[in-house]
T-cell receptor, first 113, second 114 residues
Framework: DTAVSQTPKYLVTQMGNDKSIKCEQN?????MYWYKQDSKKFLKIMFS???????INETVPNRFSPKSPDKAHLNLHINSLELGDSAVYFC????????????FGPGTRLTVL | AQKITQTQPGMFVQEKEAVTLDCTYD???????LFWYKQPSSGEMIFLIY??????QNATEGRYSLNFQKARKSANLVISASQLGDSAMYFC???????????FGKGTKLSVIP
C-alpha cells in the first residue's frame, strides 16, 4: 500500500545514455512533482503536473522531459546523460497544490559514469 | 521570491533531551504554509509537521512541535525526548499560496547521542 512509489531505486549508467524514472501515486492526488537533490543535499523543484497539465517547468536542461500519462503517473525521461545529472531524484504528490502537504517517494539515486 | 534559511548545518543532542532546529523564512505572500521533513540515512523524505500562516495555534504532532513566530518569520522545529532514531537530516520548507513548488532550506543534520 505504498503511497508514492518510484522505480528504479538505483540507476547506474554511462554518459550519453537515455534513461527513464517512473513514478506512481495511489493517493488520488491531482498534483505530482519531480525534485532533484544534489550532492550537498539541496532539494530543488524541477517540474510539476496538475491533472496531467504541466504547471511548473523550472530552468532544467531540455534533455529532461516529464510525461504524465494519467493523474496517477509522472515519469521523467533523461536524454544524453551527463556526469552532472548524478543526483537523487524525488517524485512527490499533493492533493492540489495550494499549501497542501507534498508526500515524497523513496527517491531514485542516479549515478552517471 | 521565497527563501528558507537553516543556520545550523549540524547539531548534537543527548538522548531523551529536547532539541530545537532553527528555520527562518522570507516571503511577500500573505498566505503560506511551512513544513518540516525528515530524511534519515536511508534517503526517504518523511513529512513531519505543517503550519499554516493563519493558524492561531502552533502545530504539534506527537513529539514534534513547531514554534511559529510570524513577526520574526521563524518556524523552529522542537523535538521532545529525542530518540536515537531521530538522527537524520531535517529540512524546513515553504509553500506560498497559489504556488505549487516547495522551497527548501539547506537542512540541519541532527545526531542523537546515547
Amino acid at each position: 500500500d505504498t503511497a508514492v512509489s518510484q522505480t528504479p531505486k538505483y540507476l547506474v549508467t554511462q554518459m550519453g545514455n537515455d534513461k527513464s524514472i517512473k513514478c506512481e501515486q495511489n493517493l488520488g492526488h491531482d498534483t505530482m512533482y519531480w525534485y532533484k537533490q544534489d550532492s550537498k543535499k539541496f532539494l530543488k523543484i524541477m517540474f510539476s503536473y496538475n491533472n496531467k497539465e504541466l504547471i511548473i517547468n523550472e530552468t532544467v536542461p531540455n534533455r529532461f522531459s516529464p510525461k504524465s500519462p494519467d493523474k496517477a503517473h509522472l515519469n521523467l525521461h533523461i536524454n544524453s546523460l551527463e556526469l552532472g545529472d548524478s543526483a537523487v531524484y524525488f517524485c512527490a504528490s499533493s492533493p492540489t497544490g495550494y499549501t497542501d502537504t507534498q508526500y515524497f517517494g523513496p527517491g531514485t539515486r542516479l549515478t552517471v559514469l | 521570491a521565497q527563501k528558507i534559511t537553516q543556520t545550523q548545518p549540524g547539531m548534537f543532542v543527548q538522548e531523551k533531551e529536547a532539541v530545537t532546529l532553527d528555520c527562518t523564512y522570507d516571503t511577500s505572500d500573505p498566505s503560506y504554509g511551512l513544513f518540516w521533513y525528515k530524511q534519515p540515512s536511508s534517503g526517504e523524505m518523511i513529512f513531519l509537521i505543517y503550519q499554516g500562516s493563519y493558524d492561531q495555534q502552533n502545530a504539534t504532532e506527537g513529539r514534534y512541535s513547531l514554534n511559529f513566530q510570524k513577526a520574526r518569520k521563524s518556524a523552529n522545529l522542537v523535538i521532545s525526548a529525542s530518540q536515537l532514531g531521530d538522527s537524520a537530516m531535517y529540512f524546513c520548507a515553504m509553500l506560498g499560496a497559489g504556488s505549487y513548488q516547495l522551497t527548501f532550506g539547506k537542512g540541519t543534520k541532527l545526531s542523537v547521542i546515547p
